[in-house]
């Protein structure tokens, strides 16, 4: 593996902190709703699945699955929708319930700081924050261009009495602000009886299948990097005989990986490189990315890429654990490679 050798500007131009995290609070037909109108939405590693072609993109280099993030304050709730693709969510703070089928009667789950849950593709899901602050959860989609969502229908109509129509081309009309469908716009009609009955449906067993908790990570944690290394714990993805790392509770295909570091405080990997993408989703504690030439001090809620074939070096701060969400690209990505200094 080649050594890829970069400037400071080319690797924080991968590093996204939290308080820079620019929302967008128009990104989807149901943000005139009441009740789902305060919610922020962000797409840190594009291009997601926004309908508004006022959301920031913060990383548009393709990694093959994409980052977002959404911020909501109590009771707020993201309506129901189903997506073309894997869709995983790490709760990053605060209480949140996920509801599923085309009215959120069908089945629903509580997630809190540290848990994941992986929502099978064609199913309906929507969540609310049910805690008593701000909320802030990641949602890792699958592939590129993650494609449009589907509505399920009361959305439109809720939609239509506050002003908002959705284009097929994935537009939004605010005719509360005057504006009307463009002659190049055809609206997309609302979501048939038909296409909701072709949507799976799930009970409150099935999706239990599909959540990790976070207390049940430790237990299953490897030391993949040696002792002096963070706990590596799978969650999705399949094992890797090369780590000795057994397959994640949800192992079918998502098209990534996701893994949860823990390092004691003052831990440290070898200098390492990777073939494949690496996006580092901080929970908690302080972690530097070090590389030859330069370095960067990650906190709770920042995101970083890590370049592929960038050698570099993670080591947690001295006065409490420090613990990530790790997304790598493909169904089975390879081991690190040792880099000697
Ligand atoms: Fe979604």
Redesign the pocket.
Known sequence: MAATKLTQEEVTSRFVRYADLRPCTTAFIDTRTPGSEQKENFTIIGPG?SESPDQFVHIDIPHGFNIGAARQPPGCV?SQ?S?ETA?VFVVHSGRWKFSLGPDALDAEIELGPGDTVSIPIHVF?GFTNIGDGPGFLF?V?GGDDPGQ?TWAPYVFEEAKKHGLILLQDGRLVDTAKGETVPPDGTPMPATTNEQVNSLRRMTADQIKGCVVREAALDDASVRVFGNDGPGESAIIGAKNPDENMPAGKMSWLHGFHLRRWKFDPGYSTPWHARDEAEVIMMHQGRLKYIWEGGELEMRAGDVLSAPIGHARQYVSGNDEAAIAYVVRGGDSPGPFTEIAK
Request: zero cysteines.
């Open positions: 699945v993201n929708h997506h869709e899901r949602a989609l969502v």
